[in-house]
């Protein structure tokens, strides 16, 4: 739903360039709640599901998330400050790792990229919404998180 939500309303939003990234969001947060493992699972059904409606090369979406998941999912900078603090450091920098390995991805398989322009008015306002837009996404994810942990099990 999120995969499909994103490709069709969600790409007619747009805030000073940015557009919420919602496969990302959710991937992203996952990752921090449950760690690699389990947000890697999503972010290779979500990014296979993005993939297949976009209109870029097949995998791109599915190694962008799964690099978000890897990088968000890691026990690193958990002593800075509040979780939402945490969570959106966290995101800021995924974000541009995630335009990044999609970027890279886009050029390999010969589609023309513009980096100047994708990084400076695609990556890094997507960045600062997409990491505003985490706690919001945090909050029913947390819940959900709670509801569905087997209890003595961690991956």
């Given amino acids: 739903m999120a995969a499909l939500a994103q490709s069709t309303a969600l790409a007619r939003v747009s805030l ?14 996952w990752a921090f709640l449950r760690g690699p493992a389990e947000g890697a699972v999503w972010a290779f059904i979500g990014g296979l599901l993005l993939d297949t409606l976009s209109g870029g090369p097949f ?3 599915a190694l962008a998330l799964l690099a978000t998941a890897l990088l968000v999912g890691q026990q690193w900078g958990r002593e800075l400050g509040s ?16 335009h990044g390995v ?9 589609y023309p ?23 919001v996404i945090y909050q029913p994810l947390s819940w959900l998180d709670r509801r569905t942990r087997p209890e003595g099990i961690t991956f």
């Avoid at 000073?16 to 947060?29: N, T």
């Avoid at 999609?102 to 010969?110: E, N, P, Q, R, Y």
């Fill in 59 to 61: 995998g791109g979406f």
């Fill in 83 to 98: 979780t939402a603090f945490q969570l959106i450091l966290l995101v800021l920098v995924a974000c541009f790792v995630s």
């Fill in 113 to 135: 990229v513009n980096w100047q322009y994708a990084l400076s008015h695609i990556a890094g306002p997507s960045a600062v919404l997409n990491a505003l837009l985490a706690p």
């Fill in 102 to 110: 999609l970027l890279i991805t886009m050029s390999a398989t010969g």
């Fill in 16 to 29: 000073f360039g940015a557009q919420p990234d919602l496969v990302f969001l959710l991937v992203a947060v």
